[in-house]
């Protein structure tokens, strides 16, 4: 599961939760599902500066390949 932004994080982990801390890595929920945070795609419209752009959406698609990754991983150990 991926958490798009903040809003949807703090629903899913039912604690407070800013991007930054719980990005990259996953977060197991009580129910033993697999869950990642990451920014929500709408973020990337506000940045103005056009290298910072590029920068967060190549760090959104690496949160994606890694989120795949581990549920790739995870299927093939149940």
Do not use: C, W, Y
Not at 12 to 31: E, F, K, N, W, Y
């Amino acid at each position: 599961m991926i958490a798009l932004g903040a809003t949807a994080a703090r629903s899913l982990l039912q604690r407070s939760a800013t991007i930054r801390a719980m990005r990259g890595r996953p977060h197991v929920l009580d129910d033993g599902t697999v869950t990642f945070v990451t920014i929500h795609p709408s973020f990337l419209l506000r940045i103005r500066d056009e290298d910072d752009r590029e920068h967060e959406f190549r760090t959104l698609v690496a949160d994606l390949v890694r989120a795949k990754k581990v549920s790739g991983e995870n299927k093939k150990s149940k």
